[in-house]
């Protein structure tokens, strides 16, 4: 079993759509819960950054972590065509190992 | 915007070739990191390093290695490749202290093709 599980998509929603993307995790231990984008031909560029339980937001964008179910999401309210990219979520402990989601692909149509 | 580069972006080459990727970063990071990259697929540590003259080997196997004798530079050394190492190739940082110090910045990647 893959210590982090994400639904490779593809998700297709029209323009303005809220969009929620999901990923769930095994270790416990995990404590630094990342979303990264990445555009087609790009490398992953940090979207959100969340330590803990909570929510986050910035922008469109809004972290959610739940610790007890070991669940986290991105939702992106009002999405855009630039929006279509990989997202990946991304799990560290603390120490230099960070697991990384396979990634689940969005589109926006316009 | 995160200061970390790669060069070539893509590079096609031939079986038996040696090749070295390189990766520079002006943040001042100690950790630095490479992943490789199989569409529709996680990202899989190859290599990592904890600081200058520190470098580790990841999860993946993989036939290649590294150096870390400068801060800023971590290159990575193909001594034959061979068509298996057909990948994408990112290369990351992280500060590894402070509030968000596992946050990793990527660059931009390369895209092997060996023939």
């Known amino acids: 079993q893959k210590e982090v599980e994400q639904d490779p998509g593809p998700l297709s929603v029209p323009e303005g759509a809220i969009v929620s993307l999901n990923c769930t995790y095994s270790n416990s231990a995990f404590q630094y819960f990342m979303w990264y984008r990445q555009y087609s031909r790009k490398g992953p560029e940090l979207l959100m950054y969340?330590?803990?339980?909570g929510n986050k937001e910035d922008g469109r964008f809004t972290a959610q972590v739940d610790k007890s179910s070991k669940y986290i999401s991105l939702f992106i309210r009002d999405s855009q065509p630039s929006d279509s990219a990989t997202y990946l979520c991304a799990m560290n402990t603390g120490g230099f190992k960070t697991i990384f989601g396979a990634g689940t692909r969005l589109f926006v149509k316009a | 915007e995160a200061d970390i580069y790669q060069t070539p972006r893509y590079l096609v080459i031939g079986t038996g070739k040696k090749i070295t990727l390189e990766c520079s970063q002006t943040m001042g990071h100690d950790k630095m990191y490479w992943y490789q990259q199989d569409p529709g697929m996680e990202l899989h540590l190859i290599h990592y390093?904890?600081?200058?003259?520190?470098?580790e080997k990841g999860d993946l196997s993989s036939e290649s290695t590294v150096s870390r004798i400068r801060t800023e530079h971590f290159p990575l050394t193909l001594e034959s490749a061979r068509p298996s190492h057909t990948s994408q190739y990112l290369c990351?940082?992280?500060?590894?202290?402070?509030?968000?110090?596992?946050?990793?910045?990527f660059g931009p990647g390369t895209r092997l093709l060996v023939l």
């Open positions: 969340t330590y803990s339980s």
């Open positions: 390093s904890y600081g200058v003259n520190s470098t």
């Open positions: 990351a940082s992280s500060a590894g202290t402070g509030s968000i110090g596992e946050t990793q910045y």
